[in-house]
């Protein structure tokens, strides 16, 4: 469980078959052995009619691999996940649906994409700590595109075709960047950035921003304003403002534009990348190991919680 595949040929060494895709879901789903997960015993039968699952000695309840975990009810081969996942979570600018689509061979780009926002939904991690310490804060606007349409957008601060997102950074003691977080907010109001604060820093801890009106106010957070005026706003805020740039350009390179619907997931892929950016062949097991925990959601949960986000 220790040793990552730093390698393509490591990975094919490593995970060439079910067998040993279903193995490593075991051991992380039950490092200290089999638990049932409806009566808690320990001991169980791994079925010979049933590929990589166990009946558990006491209550008979018959428990799989992937049964509640992102995986949980896809038809998909184990070695097509792992595959998924090593790509998602090792490649320096992520993939494309599409890109999954060919590189794997699937049936069809809805399976592609079915699979990509699956993991993508792993990218979190329910249990991650706030931001802590010092904590640049601002916003900015993202254009999107439509289904059939390249991106547009207005001119300046127009909301017309742009999502507004806010973005938060933390700065470590020798004044690097340290984690990331991202949020979908209506407008810049304090009604929509304080919740994104107490969501997503811990209290206590210091709000760097620009001085916009809205920031002022939330209880429990120290509060940094610097007024940027004629200064470059990058000078002020100088790891939010690298962040922006590259998600931008992220964004309209791999995707060719960000899509409403979808957006929050997305930035969800990127803070996921940029916070494991010094350990990107750890992040493959974190991505499996999140999605060993989390709770399975289907097609149609997808594109409903899309809808409303």
Known sequence: MANFPRSVLEF???FPDEAACAAWLAA????DGFRCPVCGHDHAWELDTK???????RCRRQTSVTAGTVMHGSKLPLTVWFWAAYLMATHSNGISARQMWRQLGLGSYKSAWLLCAKLRRAMVNPARALLSGVVEIDETQISYRTKDDPVAGGGGRSPEGKMQVVVAVEVTENNAPGRLRLGVIPDA??????PFIKGNV????TLKTDGWSAYPGVPGYKHEPHVVGKMAAHIVLPWVHRVISNLKTWGLGVYHGLRRQHLQSYLDEFVFRFNRRKTPHAAFRSLLGIGTAIQPLTYKMLIAAEARG
């Open 202 to 205: 811990a209290a206590g801890a």
């Open 189 to 194: 109001s304090s009604a929509s950035l304080h």
């Open 28 to 31: 992380a789903r039950w490092p």
């Open 51 to 57: 590929a990589w699952t166990y009946e558990c000695s």
């Open 12 to 14: 094919q060494r490593q």
